[in-house]
């Protein structure tokens, strides 16, 4: 439980991040808008990665539609941001919780 706890900071940080990088990219045309799928592979059980997944949705610009073959199908709205590291990040964050 106390694993748990811990990544809750983390992901409001991460959220209020996102909220304000959505925000700005939607009030201000010059900013890179580049919407698009990416999968990312993710080294996790089948519930983690329905966790992560499940995660990442609540995170502004991001929506996971499914996880086929230990990857997760993420739509986003600027395909040139490094989201893969920042999912690979949250996936270890995630396991450490799982054990």
Known sequence: MSALL???PGF???SLLGGVDVARRALDP????????IEIPVDLTDGGRVALGGELSLMPG????GSANGRLLVHVLD????TVSAVRNEAM???KVAG
């Open 30 to 37: 010059r900013l890179p808008l580049d919407p698009g799928w």
């Open 6 to 8: 811990a990544i809750v």
């Open 79 to 82: 395909r040139q941001q490094d």
């Open 62 to 65: 991001t929506l996971v539609a």
């Open 12 to 14: 409001v940080w991460r």
């Open 93 to 95: 964050r995630m396991g």
